[in-house]
């Protein structure tokens, strides 16, 4: 039985732009109806995220895009990673007394160079339509005037408070006068909203040359932070394809890596050849199976993914259906493979915010940005009013694993964005928040939507699975469901072998997914937003 809110799926007849927050959706929309692009409308959604959830992203962050171009066709994939600074090397880390980089702090904040403004700066170059001062526009508005903290806002402050009262610059934020803003107190950043202005004004060298740029180095640098302007100055976005499958007749494309969307396409590959329709839906059979494809792709995933630049990746046979016939065999629906005895390969040749637009001209965008964990690095640099991420800490340490930490590097990345294709013509855009939940939540989607026919809004309301860690601190056993998932699949499960945990309903920790679908005959785009999150598809 579906469970859902009665919240029905919002449709829309010439665009739509579909966020965690009402607000950055609405902002969005608004770029849309001023005659701004899809791309446009995406950054001005991704800056008002910056400022509306400073829990889940920053400018000090890094993004990757999927834009669709109607009159070709092509999706283009946009790499907007940050690089690990010069000094980050492996020495380095072990003089400072260190065997893994620190999941907190000024270390792995300044590790990697934020990314995603460099991306902004390439994606408005290719597709652009309105001048960036009046994309940053509502966000600007909101980071000088204040906007009203929501109760999930108020309650990552204060189950953060800890970390975010260790800066001085990132507590006169988040902690105004000590306290933990109640829901619907105002909240400020009036550096952030010159910060935007500058980059808006002046381009690239807004953020990553001149006064911004040195602020945040002068900033790190105090705390015993890494980077330089060189490294500032060396920092650029990449333009590639992305990957792809075909699913039941879909076609799935993902963001390559060094993200870890090669794994939803894997876990799909693995899936494709049993009826899952058939299967009583979140029944043991379902959960299991998809479980039991989560582990063999993240097993390769650990092993094998990293920063292309640097390591010689076997994305080709990875994909391959011939591959997944082989690791498909190790699947037993009687019995869970613990994560500690998934087989190996063999031999191979070779916290965050979604936001997805599709403007008039069929156009579209599927946009993944973060900082990593809750409040990234805790530190707000300087006078910046920019909260740096701590994406440097999904670096290893281990000289010889292929996502060893290098100068000019980019980190395994858990942020992924996905687009699908169907007949042919662009059908749905989706992703989620979570780490290494992300790709198992897009697998969910995917499933619900060609598997069982659920529209995008019905998909995201059913009861969420996700197994082993969401953090990269965390054990990696654990299969944790909300506990509005049946106990006769709980208790099946445990049965086979899973180490269950059950969360209660609508766990914020389940992820915040959002997506849109459109109608290959009528183009009626049909937009959904996560319960689970303050957002809002809207269109018009």
């Not at 409308?41 to 669709?68: E, K, N, R």
């Not at 009159?71 to 400072?96: C, E, F, H, Q, W």
């Not at 662009?426 to 969910?444: E, H, I, K, N, R």
């Not at 995917?446 to 054990?475: K, N």
Request: overall charge negative.
């Amino acid at each position: 039985m579906l469970e859902q809110t009665g919240r029905p799926v919002t449709m829309a007849p010439n665009a739509m732009v579909t966020s965690p927050h009402s607000l950055a959706s609405a902002a969005g929309v608004d770029v849309l109806r001023a005659g701004g692009s899809a791309v446009d409308a995406a950054m001005a959604t991704s800056a008002a995220l910056a400022v509306l959830y400073p829990h889940m992203t920053t400018i000090g962050g890094d993004a990757f895009w999927l834009i669709h171009d109607a009159k070709s066709g092509d999706i283009k994939y946009l790499n907007g990673g940050g690089r690990a600074v010069k000094a980050a090397t492996r020495d380095n880390m072990k003089d400072r007394g260190l065997d893994e980089i620190p999941f907190r702090g000024i270390v792995p904040a300044t590790i990697t160079v934020p990314g995603a403004l460099a991306s902004w700066v390439e994606a408005h170059a290719a597709y652009g339509k309105l001048p960036m001062t009046r994309i940053v526009e509502s966000a600007v508005g909101y980071a000088r005037d204040g906007f009203p903290a929501t109760k999930r806002v108020s309650d990552m402050i204060a189950q953060n408070k800890d970390l975010v009262s260790q800066v001085a610059e990132t507590a006169e934020i988040l902690l105004p006068g000590g306290d933990v803003p109640r829901p619907g107190d105002k909240i400020v950043n009036p550096n952030l909203a010159r910060t935007l202005e500058i980059f808006a004004e002046q381009g690239r060298d807004g953020f990553y040359a001149g006064e911004v740029a040195q602020e945040i180095v002068r900033a790190t640098q105090a705390l015993g932070g890494l980077v330089t302007m060189e490294d500032f100055a060396g920092q650029h976005a990449q333009w590639s394809d992305p990957i792809s499958t075909d699913y039941r007749g879909v076609t799935v494309f993902n963001t390559p890596p060094p993200t870890q969307g090669i794994t939803v396409l894997q876990m799909l590959n693995l899936l494709e050849r049993y009826d899952l329709s058939s299967m009583p839906f979140l029944g043991p059979d379902h959960v299991h199976l998809m479980v039991e494809a989560k582990q063999l792709a993240f097993h390769d995933r650990d092993l094998l993914i990293a920063d292309p630049d640097f390591a010689d990746i076997p994305v080709a046979r990875l994909l391959s259906k011939s591959y997944a016939e082989e690791r498909s065999a190790l699947i037993d629906m009687t019995s869970a493979i613990p994560w500690d005895q998934v087989p190996s390969y063999g031999s191979l040749d070779g916290d965050t915010v979604f936001m997805a637009v599709v403007d008039a001209e069929g156009n579209a965008v599927s946009l993944i940005q973060s900082l990593y964990s809750a409040f990234g690095s805790g530190v707000v640099a300087g006078n910046t009013g920019v909260m740096l991420q701590n994406r440097g800490s999904y670096f290893s340490l281990d000289p010889d694993h292929p996502n060893t930490l290098e100068p000019g590097k980019i980190p395994l990345h858990t942020l992924i964005a996905s687009m699908t294709k169907r007949d042919g013509k662009l059908w749905s855009l989706l992703g989620c928040q979570g780490a290494d939940g992300q790709p198992q939540v897009q697998l969910q989607l995917h499933v619900d939507m060609i598997d069982f026919g659920l529209d995008i809004q019905q998909a995201l309301e059913q009861p969420r699975f996700l197994s082993g860690r969401i953090g990269l601190t965390e054990p990696r056993d654990p299969l944790h469901v909300e506990g509005r998932i049946s106990e006769e699949t709980i208790s099946e499960l445990a049965a086979r072998g899973h180490k269950m945990n059950v969360w209660p309903a609508w766990q914020n920790r389940a992820g915040q997914a959002h997506g849109i679908v459109i109608d290959p005959e009528t183009g009626t785009l049909s937009g959904g937003s996560d319960p689970r999150s303050d957002g809002a598809a809207i269109g018009y």
